[in-house]
């Protein structure tokens, strides 16, 4: 197993070196998490207990590549370095950091975790991708419970930077610490949350967005599309640079975020938004599918992923000139390719 110097945090051109990821499910987000790894030139072990798993995976790896090329591959960077296992304790017994990614539930995930840490040697951090759970529930009965942590990415994992990392009541600073210097050596931006919440910080935002969808849908106010242009033309544009509280605070003029709430104040107290989610009746369940299909307009999954990571690329590479966001990280991404060649 290779060393971890967890003194070792961002600095634009250092790296970890050589690692081996366990993933422990390999379903969209585990397989997300294997394709990161690979690019970084990092060994994967997984496992998953599907029949068709091992291939399902290779195909996602296959399918992902391309992309992953185009932002840029570190030395060694290899599609076929992964190892399917048997066992999540063969995983748990062969990797240097292990992530875990089963159905986002309760019971199944202490489940697995249990046969995880039951394996895994005690200094190997063991994440779970979870994207709302709280890691004190999750890791109360683990075996060595202070080297568990969240660590919630957005899907395409390969791609997107932003990771959250959630401590649970007994996960030690040291595992955040190395939670930290962990996901910034897989080129990522960790955001650590303070305060354990169920759904913690990004999706609590991206719910309640959906949220007023369902109910939009449901009154009939507007199609799938129409809310979907609302943001792509719009307001998605701005997030992708500068997130929501930046924006309105140019939005208010001179005068900032301090005008803007005088100004929107009192349209925040109306009950513009409904905060609680409709009823998912069939009606409003086939309202919202049959919408996604016509936007889709015949194209497949396949083809939606294809294009999804082709414009996700552009805005990295856009934004990496001007150092905003996700172009701050690509920019870091090629400056440790170009210093370790
Ligand atoms: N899909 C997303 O956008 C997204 C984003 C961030 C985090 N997450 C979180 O990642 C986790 C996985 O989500 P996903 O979207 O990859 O789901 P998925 O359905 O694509 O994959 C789940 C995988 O778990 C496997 N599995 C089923 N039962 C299992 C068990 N008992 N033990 C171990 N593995 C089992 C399945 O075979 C499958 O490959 C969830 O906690 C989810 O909340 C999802």
Redesign the pocket.
């Known amino acids: 197993m290779s060393a971890e110097d967890p003194t070792l945090t961002t600095d634009g051109s250092k790296t970890l070196g050589s690692k081996k990821l366990g993933v422990?499910?390999?379903?969209?987000?585990?397989g997300g998490w294997a394709v990161r790894a690979l690019s970084r030139g990092w060994d994967v072990v997984a496992w998953?207990?599907?029949p068709d798993?091992e291939a399902k995976l290779r195909d996602y790896i296959e399918r992902a590549w391309p992309s992953v090329v185009e932002l840029g591959l570190f030395e060694g960077a290899d599609p076929s370095r992964v190892t399917f296992v048997d066992t999540p304790q063969e995983v748990a017994e062969a990797a240097d950091w292990i992530q875990t990614?089963?159905?986002?539930n309760e019971a199944?995930k202490i489940d697995?975790l249990t046969k995880v840490a039951a394996a895994a040697p005690q200094e190997t951090v063991i994440a779970s991708?979870?994207?709302g759970l709280l890691p004190s529930r999750l890791q109360a009965d683990l075996r060595f419970p202070e080297r568990f942590v969240i660590g919630?990415?957005?899907?395409p994992v390969y791609l997107l930077p932003l990771v959250e990392i959630v401590p649970g009541e007994l996960t030690s600073i040291e595992t955040v610490d190395r939670a930290r210097a962990h996901y910034d050596d897989l080129v990522m931006h960790p955001l650590v949350v303070r305060k354990e919440i169920e759904g913690y910080i990004s999706d609590r935002l991206q719910e309640a967005l959906w949220r007023e969808i369902l109910h939009m849908v449901n009154e009939g106010v507007a199609t799938t599309e129409e809310l979907d242009d609302a943001i792509a033309y719009g307001p998605g544009l701005r997030w992708a640079g500068m997130g929501t509280n930046l924006t309105f605070h140019l939005a208010g003029g001179q005068g900032g975020m301090r005008h803007m709430l005088a100004q929107f104040g009192p349209a925040l107290k109306l009950p513009w938004t409904k905060l609680e989610a409709p009823e998912l009746t069939d009606t409003l369940i086939d309202d919202m599918a049959t919408g996604c299909e016509a936007q889709a307009d015949g194209r497949s999954i396949d083809e939606l992923e294809r294009l999804r990571d082709d414009y996700v690329i552009a805005v990295m590479k856009a934004l990496e000139p001007i150092g905003l966001g996700a172009g701050e990280i690509q920019a870091r991404r090629e400056a440790r390719i170009a210093s370790a060649s």
Request: charged fraction near 10%.
């Open positions: 422990v499910a390999t379903g969209v987000i585990g998953d207990p599907a798993a990614s089963a159905p986002e199944i697995l991708s979870s994207s919630h990415p957005f899907n």
